[in-house]
């Protein structure tokens, strides 16, 4: 019947492919004998609860094989119906080009972006192994299994996250590659010399390998991986892509387009296959039938003996309620002294992190710098309670692992940095907002005023640029009262993710007692004037009310903007009260491009428009007239 059955995923992703005249067949063909495999023998996961928290994970980092994911859902019983896979790559279509973040569909993650899964479901381990030591193996203790391509192991997000792994010692990653070694231009061993093996077995991974398409060494690999609880494991899966296919088999032409009305005939012909391609016999979904079922049992052994450990133990029953809770505890910290807003930043997600357990994150390499710490541990292969995480020099890594720990479950997770490297991390950021997952990215060292580490390290562009992902918050408050109600915003946010932006300069305390529901319009007014309006974000809020202080001769309005993007959604009136009726200015130290499609016509802008140099902060202020007397003198001729 096996073969009954992979016959049945070949053809059905195939020709979903050739129906759209779009899409990859040659995975799917390739490695239907490892998804099937996988899927009847091994993925305790259940279309009647597809947000069970103790489920199996699986990722198909390879997300342009997408068919195949699909295809085995459908069979399995999950909510993709036959005329879902009709309408593959179609407008609303619930089986668009590369897999979208669905619980309810089954899909665990986002993936399309080669690496990414790879990345997400070591995020997803590292929170399975940190639970299972906080809540119990008898509440947490799952695998993380995923197919992974020769695209994926070429990114270099694949090798970040993978050392980590191998040093985290996250024994319960299981990853299938799909070796075939064939890319869109042509054969793999013309760009890569790499020895996959001893690459990964260097960084601390059990390497086995198979031949994809023998379903007794493909069970034989993945038991062995089980029983090594100290390692993750990687099965070189040795394949052939497009396989059945006539003429395109281990070809690039069956990569990434469809095999044509000639060559669908041929494979249809080489499987024996008869009748309608989106017909398949009974035999086929019953296949699976005994594995859903086993699933839907151990859920309910599951459900049980989480109910009887609620009922038996109190301090367990305190910790669960904290944990499934989507209320967090906070108390606001009073900052009025003269003070880097990262460190402002880093005192509130203590105190944060101190009332509410079930958050974690960490730095690449900088946690001495950007001061974003939880508590004293460290996480670890001897400390998985630890929740403070230490990447090392790995921005894209972070990001995707903190999406892949928000992935998992109800943990909260954060990545830390320099602004300037967010550059790094951009498209981990992306998919965050696309999936709408509330991943928080703290960022440091804001602007040119960071001083002598120079042009490098000083962000210009990088505000404007974040701001410009949908669905993404980005936070640049001004002082100890915008920084309490940032964090709050970030850790409670709802279905997108928040960018926090600090300074590494000290501001001069701000006191605006402003309410969190103020501060999520995206902007209020400070104080009041009639002559003209200046919005300012971050570190330039204290300067903007010393200008506005110092020019007598006129009345002029300060507004703070610490979510200017919010100002997408602001009514017009509430618009037209932050403008005033006079002329209007904005002070940010970074591009001013954008500034006027979320407020209107500006009169003037300060800001910065080239790269910073190396130089002492007064310097630098001069020398971009960020000046107090440059900006007031430029202000007063505008109104004169």
Request: charged share 20%; hydrophobic share 35%.
């Amino acid at each position: 019947m096996f073969n009954e059955v992979t016959k049945s995923v070949r053809v059905l992703s195939a020709a979903a492919v050739e129906r759209a005249n779009s899409g990859h067949p040659g995975m799917p063909l390739g490695m239907a004998e490892v998804g099937t495999v996988l899927f009847k023998e091994y993925l305790n996961i259940t279309p009647e609860k597809t947000d069970w928290i103790n489920r199996d994970r699986f990722i198909l980092s390879a997300g342009h094989g997408s068919m195949l994911l699909y295809s085995l859902l459908h069979l399995n019983g999950f909510n993709i119906a036959i005329e879902d896979i009709k309408h593959f790559r179609q407008l609303q279509s619930k089986t668009p080009g590369h897999p979208e973040y669905s619980i309810e569909e089954g899909i665990d993650t986002t993936t399309g972006p080669l690496g990414q899964g790879f990345a997400n479901g070591i995020g997803m381990a590292l929170a399975e192994r940190h639970l299972r030591e906080k809540l119990g193996n008898d509440i947490i203790n799952h695998y993380v299994y995923g197919i992974v391509s020769d695209g994926d192991l070429m990114e270099g997000l694949s090798t970040e996250s993978a050392e980590l792994a191998g040093t985290w010692g996250l024994g319960k990653i299981i990853y299938l590659f799909d070796n075939n070694n064939i890319s869109i231009d042509g054969f793999v061993n013309k760009v890569s010399v790499t020895n996959q093996k001893e690459k990964f077995e260097s960084m601390g991974w059990q390497v086995l390998e198979i031949d994809a398409h023998n379903r007794e060494e493909i069970i034989s690999s993945v038991n062995e991986a089980q029983l090594n609880v100290e390692q993750p494991s990687i099965i070189i899966a040795s394949s052939e892509i497009g396989r059945y296919a006539p003429t395109k088999a281990n070809t690039s032409s069956v990569h990434g387009e469809p095999l044509g009305s000639k060559e669908m005939e041929g494979l249809l012909d080489n499987l024996g296959w008869s009748g309608d391609v989106f017909t398949h016999p009974q035999e086929v979904y019953d296949y699976f039938s005994e594995k859903r079922k086993e699933s839907y049992n151990l859920l309910h052994e599951w459900s049980s003996s989480l109910e009887a450990k609620l009922k038996a133990d109190k301090s367990f029953k305190s910790l669960w309620e904290d944990f499934t809770s989507d209320k967090l505890s906070f108390e606001d910290i009073e900052i009025n002294e003269k003070k880097a807003s990262r460190e402002s930043g880093g005192s509130v997600l203590k105190q944060i992190a101190n009332n509410n357990e079930f958050i974690l994150g960490g730095s690449a390499d900088l946690a001495a710098s950007t001061k974003q710490l939880v508590g004293e541990e460290y996480f670890s292969k001897e400390n998985t309670l630890g929740r403070n995480i230490e990447y090392g020099v790995r921005e894209h890594a972070m990001a995707s692992i903190t999406n892949g720990i928000v992935l998992h479950s109800n943990l909260k997770a954060f990545g830390s940095t320099f602004l300037v490297f967010s550059d790094y991390m951009r498209p981990s950021i992306r998919l965050a907002a696309l999936m709408g997952i509330n991943s928080v990215f703290i960022f440091t060292h804001d602007s040119i005023f960071l001083g002598e580490d120079g042009p490098t390290h000083q962000p210009i562009e990088h505000l404007m640029s974040l701001r410009l992902i949908p669905n993404l918050d980005v936070i640049r408050p001004s002082n100890g009262d915008e920084i309490n109600l940032a964090y709050r915003y970030a850790f409670t946010s709802k279905q997108k993710p928040t960018v926090i932006v600090l300074t590494r300069q000290s501001l001069d305390p701000v006191n605006t007692l402003i309410s969190q529901d103020k501060f999520n319009e995206g902007a209020y007014i400070v104080s009041e004037g009639s002559d003209a309006s200046i919005f300012a974000s971050g570190s330039e809020l204290s300067t903007a009310i010393k200008v506005a202080e110092l020019i007598q001769d006129y009345s002029i309005q300060v507004v703070s903007v610490p979510i200017l993007n919010k100002l997408t959604d602001i009514q017009k009136d509430k618009l037209s009260l932050l403008r005033g009726k006079g002329k209007v200015f904005t002070i940010e130290v970074g591009r001013s491009i954008g500034w006027e499609s979320y407020i209107g016509e500006i009169t003037e802008s300060f800001s910065i428009e080239d790269f910073g140099l190396s130089a002492p902060i007064d310097d630098l202020e001069g020398h971009f007239q960020f000046d107090l007397n440059g900006i007031i003198e430029n202000i007063t001729r505008n109104l004169s």
